[in-house]
């Protein structure tokens, strides 16, 4: 008896089932099912539509999370060349700015030089010619 | 000569005025990439709290649903001694099966 009571202790809150024959003492064949058994039967289902629904909402929201993240770095990465971008063309204007002064200097000087230059070489070789063959 | 001496006068300082502002453009450049990198520190900090707080989240959902289950099963083992009906009603509900008393 002793041995029994243990036995039964030990089994208690596990699930168990068992198959009954015709005329077992039950109406028709089938399968026995513990109280522990059937209960689990009977909240397996909800229980794993609830996991399901969990599991659906964990992973949506770990895959929001990284394209978060993806769409955070493709912005920082979209202002970072467009800043890039500003300053180069400022950088580029102001090369191009110092390049037109030095050749618009260049071009000044230039012009007056030669025109200087042309006007006293003719008049000093017309003159020389003048003298060379005036021989009067 | 002196016009010589002029062009390359004007020569050097347009390139050092070029030198200048590529050196300018550099430390833009570093400024920027060290901004961007900044703001990705910061994306990825707030990505790994969100998902310390979404597995946080996900675990103690997890817990509940298994206290719930079991609050229900115990519910459920007494209801063979106490409330068959309920019992029952229950398989009906969730298997569409006949009761044979």
């Not at chain 1, 397996?44 to 955070?72: G, R, S």
């Not at chain 1, 200097?105 to 070789?125: D, E, H, I, R």
């Not at chain 2, 004007?10 to 453009?25: G, I, L, P, T």
Request: proline letters at 2%; hydrophobic letters at 40%; glycine letters at 4%.
């Amino acid at each position: 008896m002793y041995l029994s009571l243990l036995m039964a202790a030990a089994n208690a809150g596990e699930a168990r089932f068992t198959f009954l024959g015709v005329n077992e003492p039950a109406p028709f064949e089938g399968a026995l099912f513990n109280p522990e058994a059937t209960a689990e039967l009977i909240v397996a289902p909800k229980e794993v539509q609830l996991n399901c629904d969990l599991e659906f909402e964990y992973q949506i929201d770990l895959l929001q999370t990284e394209h978060q993240l993806v769409i955070q770095n493709m912005n920082s990465r979209y202002n970072a060349l467009n800043v890039e971008y500003q300053q180069a063309i400022s950088a580029k204007d102001l090369q191009i700015e110092n390049l037109e002064t030095v050749i618009s200097s260049n071009s000044g000087v230039s012009k007056w030089v030669w025109f200087t230059g042309g006007l006293v070489g003719g008049s000093a070789l017309t003159y020389s010619a003048y003298r060379a063959f005036n021989v009067n | 000569m002196l016009k010589s001496k002029h062009d390359i006068k004007q020569m050097r300082d347009s390139h050092a005025a070029a030198e200048q502002a590529m050196m300018e453009q550099i430390e833009g450049l570093k400024q920027i990439h060290a901004d961007e990198i900044a703001e990705r520190e910061k994306a990825l900090q707030e990505y790994k709290e969100r998902v310390v707080e979404i597995e946080e989240r996900y675990i103690n959902a997890q817990d509940e649903i298994e206290r719930l289950s079991q609050e229900e099963r115990q519910e459920f083992v007494k209801d063979f001694s106490l409330n068959k009906q309920n019992l029952i009603d229950a398989i009906t509900q969730r298997y569409g099966f006949t009761y044979v008393p």
